[in-house]
């Protein structure tokens, strides 16, 4: 079913990779976007509003910005975990180094942000949703490496 979302997005992030700067920052980017993935998140995203507004593009910049914040998170997930793979290809630290993948995965979190400022759909509320969920992407993550030492893990609500 969602398969034609999928497309959608990946023919997106085709158009958006080929876009980027010639910068060879840029490169770690270009190249977590064409390792592929499943683009759930970002294929719900359009399913979600073509059920709504039968127009599943008016969310492209969404579903687009979705899709990339995914990937900034992997980029430091493997970078903190030491995780030698992503997609079955060699992970960004290891391809080029940690410095390279910090700075792309910072790039891209700048680009998501840059992409979500321009959709014609933007108000202050989304924008602060998305925000409040990178908030949450990151304390999660500091958990994740606190649980790593401890014995014991409690549940927190947020």
């Given at each position: 079913?969602?398969?034609?979302?999928?497309?959608?997005?990946?023919?997106?992030?085709?158009v958006?990779?080929?876009?980027?700067?010639?910068?060879?920052?840029?490169?770690?980017?270009?190249y977590?976007i064409?390792?592929?993935g499943k683009?759930?998140?970002?294929s719900?995203?359009?399913?979600?509003?073509?059920l709504?507004?039968?127009n599943?593009?008016?969310?492209?910049?969404?579903?687009?910005a979705?899709?990339?914040?995914?990937?900034?998170?992997?980029?430091?997930?493997d970078?903190?975990?030491?995780?030698?793979?992503?997609?079955?290809?060699?992970?960004?630290?290891?391809?080029?180094?940690?410095?390279?993948?910090?700075?792309?995965?910072?790039?891209?979190?700048?680009?998501?942000n840059?992409?979500?400022?321009?959709?014609?759909?933007?108000?202050?509320?989304?924008?602060?949703?998305?925000?409040?969920?990178?908030?949450?992407?990151?304390?999660?993550?500091?958990?994740?490496?606190?649980?790593?030492?401890s014995?014991?893990?409690?549940i927190?609500?947020i």
């Amino acid at each position: 079913m969602l398969i034609r979302y999928k497309d959608i997005i990946d023919k997106e992030l085709d158009v958006f990779s080929k876009k980027l700067p010639s910068i060879s920052i840029y490169d770690p980017i270009k190249y977590i976007i064409n390792n592929g993935g499943k683009r759930f998140r970002s294929s719900l995203t359009l399913f979600s509003t073509d059920l709504f507004s039968n127009n599943p593009l008016l969310s492209i910049n969404e579903a687009l910005a979705i899709e990339l914040f995914h990937n900034f998170t992997l980029i430091h997930d493997d970078i903190m975990d030491q995780a030698p793979l992503r997609r079955n290809q060699p992970s960004i630290h290891k391809k080029w180094n940690s410095n390279i993948a910090i700075l792309s995965g910072d790039l891209l979190y700048a680009v998501v942000n840059s992409i979500l400022s321009k959709s014609p759909s933007q108000s202050v509320e989304t924008n602060m949703l998305f925000q409040k969920t990178a908030i949450q992407v990151c304390e999660g993550q500091s958990l994740d490496m606190e649980f790593e030492k401890s014995e014991s893990v409690t549940i927190l609500i947020i």
